[in-house]
């Protein structure tokens, strides 16, 4: 009996600034999780990797990350992704300087 497939994203980091960004359904980088494509078969989830790897003037280091449907889109079920969801750990810059101003 084969196991069952666990949902996942692509992220990678945007090789220009840095900062954690998704794939999108529509092949767009988002910063935000919620806006990822959420990948519920092995050989797509394969695909769209490949089509990420292929992106080497826009992003570094992609890969698939373990991820759950939610209300507002994609949630990640992992600490480190979470932790990736939320930017730089180390003082208020990227992603946490726009959330300063919500």
Same mark, same amino acid.
């Given at each position: 009996?084969?196991?069952?497939?666990?949902?996942?994203?692509?992220? /990678?980091?945007?090789? !220009?600034?840095?900062? @954690?960004?998704?794939?999108? +359904? $529509?092949?767009?980088?988002?910063?935000?999780?919620? #806006?990822?494509?959420?990948?519920?078969?092995?050989?797509?989830?394969?695909?769209?990797?490949?089509? /990420?790897?292929?992106? !080497?003037?826009?992003? @570094?280091?992609?890969?698939? +990350? $373990?991820?759950?449907?939610?209300?507002?889109?994609? #949630?990640?079920?992992?600490?480190?992704?979470?932790?990736?969801?939320?930017?730089?750990?180390?003082? /208020?810059?990227?992603?946490?300087?726009?959330?300063?101003?919500?």
């Amino acid at each position: 009996m084969s196991r069952k497939y666990t949902p996942k994203v692509v992220t /990678a980091n945007d090789l !220009r600034i840095g900062d @954690v960004v998704y794939l999108t +359904a $529509d092949n767009r980088w988002s910063r935000l999780h919620a #806006e990822a494509e959420l990948i519920c078969e092995e050989d797509h989830a394969n695909t769209r990797l490949a089509f /990420a790897a292929a992106q !080497r003037l826009a992003i @570094v280091g992609p890969y698939l +990350a $373990d991820a759950k449907a939610g209300p507002n889109g994609p #949630e990640p079920t992992h600490f480190r992704e979470a932790f990736r969801t939320r930017g730089p750990s180390n003082y /208020a810059h990227g992603k946490q300087v726009d959330l300063a101003d919500v």
